[in-house]
């Protein structure tokens, strides 16, 4: 065998275990409910190989032990015939056995993964054409703040995300953490899932909404009790005023360019709704959710003409000049 066709054998063998790891895997669990979910499915792929394999080895023993064709396809051989109706009656006991077992496997697995805990962190998220609204929920309305597209969590703690949607339907979907949800018009679903491990996990929408859909990404940060706390704390504060001349041009620039009409930055006069709130921006390790990572050229360009970016999103394009995309861009990138 030469070395080219062996290759070609080892990249066919080795080519779909690259979907088993990874920030975006199902076959990577990396939370309760996730490790549940690949339980289940290990078990329904075991027992659903050994049947087929049993399937296939039955059917081939019959083809080959075929009896010849007789001019009387009526006469038939009576202990034949009795052998053959005990075989079916087992094998339907055997079915009815194999899929209430299974049944009763999945019940048990969504114990897990929908069970409900008292204490949890609650984070509402509404899905939009074509970006996730964040928002962090507490007892005392001045702690509950918003963000966009990023959903920082602590380790080790439940955490039940509400799911609404502004426009269509969408479909949140962490493979590493936990299974998927839906967000309907008019309905509120919920979803609870607890990471195990600090780490960055990429999520998707999982349902077609869309020009952008494959463009409506987020990630999911887990981050140990203690750091989360301390960024929670600092995503409550308002955003920096600038200090420096550029910086205070970007502000008044953002304002009178209309972007303050669509993006809310707290502690500024910027109270819009319609787009992500801005007010830790540069914080954020990716923006258009999850389409591009967050580097001031990326930004620069997104500003400058986002519909060439991400075509039929709702922000657009800006008549600016070069000085005005500059000092709009060193004020964005101040807000940390």
Same mark, same amino acid.
């Not at 049944?103 to 939009?128: M, N, P």
């Not at 140990?224 to 550029?246: K, T, V, Y």
């Given at each position: 065998?030469?070395?080219?066709?062996?290759?070609?054998?080892?990249?066919?063998?080795?080519?779909?275990?690259?979907?088993?790891?990874? *920030?975006?895997?199902?076959?990577?669990?990396? &939370?309760? *409910?996730?490790?549940?979910?690949? /339980?289940?499915?290990?078990?329904?792929?075991?027992?659903?190989?050994?049947?087929?394999?049993?399937?296939?080895?039955?059917?081939?023993? &019959?083809?080959? #032990?075929?009896?010849?064709?007789?001019?009387?396809?009526?006469?038939?051989?009576?202990?034949?015939?009795?052998?053959?109706?005990?075989?079916?009656?087992?094998?339907?006991?055997?079915?009815?056995?194999?899929?209430? &077992?299974?049944?009763?496997?999945?019940?048990?697995?969504?114990?897990?993964?929908?069970?409900?805990?008292?204490?949890?962190?609650?984070?509402?998220?509404?899905?939009?054409?074509?970006?996730?609204?964040?928002?962090?929920?507490?007892?005392?309305? /001045?702690?509950?703040?918003?963000?966009?597209?990023?959903?920082?969590?602590?380790?080790?703690?439940?955490?039940?995300?509400?799911?609404?949607?502004?426009?269509?339907? $969408?479909?949140?979907?962490?493979?590493?953490?936990?299974?998927?949800?839906?967000?309907?018009?008019?309905?509120?679903? !919920?979803?609870?899932?607890?990471?195990?491990?600090?780490?960055?996990? #990429?999520?998707?929408?999982? !349902?077609?909404?869309?020009?952008? /859909?494959? $463009?409506?990404?987020?990630?999911?940060?887990?981050?140990?009790?203690?750091?989360?706390?301390?960024?929670?704390? $600092?995503?409550? *504060?308002?955003?920096? +005023?600038?200090?420096?001349?550029? &910086?205070? *041009?970007?502000?008044?620039?953002?304002?009178?360019?209309?972007?303050?009409?669509?993006?809310?930055?707290?502690?500024?006069?910027?109270?819009?709704?319609?787009?992500?709130?801005?007010?830790?921006?540069?914080?954020?390790?990716?923006?258009?959710?999850?389409?591009?990572?967050?580097?001031?050229?990326?930004?620069?360009?997104?500003?400058?003409?986002?519909?060439?970016?991400?075509?039929?999103?709702?922000?657009?394009?800006?008549?600016?000049? +070069?000085?005005?995309?500059?000092?709009?861009? /060193?004020?964005?990138?101040?807000?940390?």
């Amino acid at each position: 065998m030469s070395v080219w066709v062996r290759g070609v054998l080892v990249l066919c063998t080795i080519w779909p275990l690259a979907a088993c790891a990874g *920030q975006q895997s199902a076959l990577d669990p990396q &939370g309760l *409910q996730s490790e549940q979910i690949q /339980h289940t499915l290990f078990i329904f792929l075991v027992i659903a190989a050994i049947v087929w394999i049993a399937v296939v080895i039955v059917l081939g023993v &019959g083809m080959l #032990r075929r009896k010849p064709m007789t001019d009387q396809p009526l006469d038939l051989d009576q202990a034949f015939e009795e052998r053959s109706g005990r075989v079916v009656l087992a094998l339907g006991i055997a079915t009815t056995a194999i899929v209430l &077992g299974l049944s009763f496997v999945s019940y048990a697995g969504q114990r897990t993964v929908f069970a409900k805990d008292e204490h949890v962190l609650t984070i509402k998220i509404i899905g939009h054409q074509w970006w996730w609204e964040v928002r962090y929920e507490a007892d005392r309305p /001045h702690q509950s703040f918003v963000t966009a597209n990023e959903i920082r969590i602590p380790t080790g703690q439940p955490v039940k995300v509400e799911l609404e949607s502004a426009d269509v339907i $969408h479909s949140f979907w962490v493979p590493s953490l936990t299974g998927k949800m839906d967000l309907i018009t008019g309905q509120k679903n !919920e979803l609870q899932f607890t990471a195990r491990n600090a780490g960055v996990y #990429r999520g998707q929408c999982a !349902e077609f909404c869309g020009l952008q /859909h494959a $463009h409506m990404a987020f990630a999911v940060i887990a981050l140990p009790p203690d750091e989360f706390g301390r960024w929670r704390d $600092h995503e409550n *504060q308002s955003a920096a +005023s600038p200090s420096d001349q550029l &910086g205070m *041009q970007g502000e008044a620039l953002f304002r009178g360019r209309g972007c303050a009409l669509c993006h809310n930055i707290s502690g500024t006069m910027a109270g819009g709704q319609l787009g992500p709130d801005l007010t830790h921006l540069a914080s954020r390790t990716t923006i258009a959710a999850g389409t591009l990572p967050n580097t001031p050229a990326t930004l620069a360009g997104w500003i400058a003409d986002p519909q060439h970016i991400k075509p039929g999103n709702l922000m657009p394009k800006m008549p600016l000049q +070069s000085d005005e995309l500059i000092a709009i861009l /060193h004020y964005l990138e101040q807000l940390k």
